[in-house]
């Protein structure tokens, strides 16, 4: 028997404190205010966001911060110091 397909959605009960339940309504746009399983969920998909967004960042400071990295941009300028005098405009 093939095994059953994993649901696309979980059910979960959560406890959420009244005053942080009323804040995210307030501010909410009015389509969410009213459903709190779409306002938890658009939430919780903005915070997915910046956390992903954050670890790119850091970990392009950290490729930055590579001395390895560093030597093979300089070299890469290098090569290229040459076209940057061909007066081509920046458009």
């Known amino acids: ?30 389509e969410l205010r009213q459903n709190l399983n779409r306002l938890v969920t658009v939430a919780l998909k903005e915070f997915s966001a910046r956390r992903r967004e954050r670890a790119f960042a850091e970990a392009m400071a950290r490729m930055a911060a590579d001395p390895a990295i560093q030597r093979v941009c300089a070299g890469i300028a290098k090569e290229f110091a040459s076209a940057e005098s061909d007066r081509l405009g920046d458009d």
């Open 1 to 30: 028997m093939p095994a059953k397909p994993a649901p696309k959605t979980i059910r979960r009960s959560v406890a959420l404190p009244r005053q942080l339940v009323e804040e995210a309504s307030a501010l909410a746009p009015k």
